[in-house]
């Protein structure tokens, strides 16, 4: 299902088009995927309401100053397919090409659906008290939705004349949730336009996003919700899960001066790992699966994971012809999509860096730990198996990046991921982060650039975990082992820091000091991390 979009001849006569005068499309055709389900079949049936995401869009009007880059943004009117009814208008900023969607529906239930009673005129571009540029003139207009009913989004117009009643549909109050504004579009003159999603989001969350715009805090406008979540009907079975990594696969790039790179974890227990028992002088070897590791239970500290002293070294070191990617494909998004979870295992977590002005200071062992765990998550649409959004982790946080700014790899549609130099924080772009303050200048120094040795994660890759397609996934042993993958260190960080601080200048040295304080003890290294099962994205959402 692609999209096109109509914009006016005035826009067209511009002698610099902007970015969302062009369509965004992946660099390569969505793939055929295989057969089976309900898996991009188009449609999607809430339990008696069925949506579908509009194709076309038209140009409505346009700012043509403020939001990202002071570009303005466009408002558009979605399409609407015979039989069904449009819900809301879509905004976007003009900072890049036009990606948007936004979904329809179609009463399978009689009564799901009603016209507004009125509509309210939120905010108009006509007389504001600050003059803007602007294509046209633009009024927003908020439905008031019948008693028992909610809407889901606005109406935009060119004109002060109220909207049709027949221009959208408000949503029988059971088929919907709450909503939060999750990011600015643009604002202006104290008028501001938000992107929208449920409050409550998971893999057992019902709360199905729209694609349309808020443009008041909190949202009056809601959500949807998909009553029919548990029956599965749209994702995909394990030759679509296949065919996405196919399509999809991270590519992961190696900073050029990398010295500790990833494994399988079954490589990882051949060459060293032992488990540990409190109070016990024993290190027990691994079985390659796991399977003689605790399970279940929490991460109460009676276990952890480490190297034995004779294959450390060459252990921490990785091995990158044995690594593997691991996958937790999961419902998200009351199952409107599909989140894969594409999990990579290093042995070894390497020394961290700071930055201090134009300075750089090696930290000793502070950021060394044992085991370390990261992740890419791919966001796809289980209308139509389009990649929408990626997820990079980057140590205990992360970021989401819409499909349309993300960097591919070559002429295909595999995203790529860049590994951060011996952090391995994962970064849409190749470049410099710092972690810590902002402003840039004093940090935690996170180097991601392409060296000669990258991973396909689509090459080997296993799923260990797809909860809805219950007993067809067979979970290792090691994937329910909750405690730590790594010991746990004891050191000092005062005398560490002051190992490395002492020759640098006063000033220079109490930044430092200020900043390896401030660090989590993931960060610092005190502590091996827990796996994926133990991460808080595993039941919920990324973010």
């Known amino acids: 299902m692609g999209s096109s979009l109509s914009l006016s001849k005035r826009s067209r006569r511009r002698m610099e088009p902007l970015p969302i005068e062009t369509l965004f499309k992946l660099p390569s055709p969505i793939p055929s995927w295989p057969p089976g389900g309900g898996f991009a079949k188009g449609t999607m049936d809430l339990g008696g309401l069925e949506v579908t995401q509009a194709t076309t869009f038209t140009k409505v009007w346009s700012a043509l100053e403020g939001g990202p880059d002071n570009l303005g943004a466009t408002f558009f009117r979605p399409s609407t397919p015979d039989g069904f009814s449009l819900l809301g208008y879509y905004c976007q900023p003009n900072n890049k090409s036009f990606s948007g969607w936004a979904l329809v529906a179609r009463a399978i239930e009689n009564g799901a659906l ?56 408000c949503v029988r109050s059971d088929f919907t949730e709450q909503s939060e ?83 399988s974890v079954n490589w990882y227990f051949k060459n060293g790992a032992r488990l540990h028992q409190k109070d016990s002088g024993n290190a027990v070897p691994i079985d390659p699966d796991g399977s003689n590791l605790p399970q279940g239970g929490s991460n109460d500290g009676l276990y952890w994971l480490d190297l034995d002293g004779k294959a450390r070294e060459a252990a921490i070191k990785g091995d990158l012809g044995s690594a593997e990617s691991y996958l937790h494909v999961k419902p998200m998004l009351g199952g409107a999509f599909t989140d894969v979870a594409v999990w990579v295992f290093y042995p070894f977590n390497g020394p961290a860096r700071a930055k201090v002005g134009p300075i750089n200071v090696g930290l000793g062992r502070i950021g060394e730990h044992v085991g370390d765990w990261e992740h890419v998550t791919l966001r796809v649409s289980n209308l139509n198996g389009e990649l929408r959004r990626v997820y990079y982790s980057e140590h205990s946080a992360g970021s989401w990046v819409e499909a349309s ?63 809805h397609l219950g007993e067809v996934v067979v979970a290792p042993g090691w994937l329910d082992y909750r405690r730590e993958w790594g010991p746990k260190i004891d050191y000092d960080v005062d005398k560490e820091v002051g190992k490395v601080v002492r020759f640098l200048p006063g000033k220079v040295r109490e930044k430092v000091e200020k900043l390896v304080k401030g660090l989590p003890s993931e960060v610092l290294g005190e502590e091996g991390p827990t796996g994926p099962k133990m991460k808080r994205n595993w039941d919920g959402d990324e973010i």
């Open 114 to 169: 009603a016209p507004p009673t009125d509509y309210t005129l939120v905010w108009s571009s006509q007389n504001p008290s600050k003059t803007i540029k602007q294509d046209g003139t633009g009024y927003v207009w908020l439905p008031l939705p019948p008693e028992g009913y909610n809407s889901v989004g606005y109406v935009v117009t060119g004109s002060p004349d109220k909207p049709s009643f027949d221009e959208v549909r």
């Open 181 to 263: 504004n999750e990011s600015s579009v643009w604002a202006t003159d104290g008028f501001n336009v938000y992107n929208t999603r449920p409050v409550t989001r998971g893999t057992q969350a019902t709360g199905v996003p729209v694609g349309t715009f808020s443009a008041i805090t909190p949202p009056t406008v809601v959500s949807l919700k998909n009553k029919a979540f548990n029956s599965y009907s749209c994702m995909p079975n394990m030759p679509q899960i296949q065919a996405l990594m196919k399509a999809y696969a991270p590519w992961i790039y190696f900073h050029p001066d990398e010295r500790y790179f990833p494994s």
């Open 405 to 467: 700014d993300a960097e591919f790899k070559g002429e295909g549609n595999n995203v790529a991921a860049y590994a951060s130099q011996n952090g391995h924080a994962f970064y849409p772009k190749a470049g410099l982060v710092l972690q810590g303050p902002s402003g840039g200048v004093v940090g935690i120094r996170n180097d991601a650039a392409r060296g000669k040795y990258g991973m396909d994660t689509g090459e080997r890759f296993s799923v260990v975990a797809a909860e």
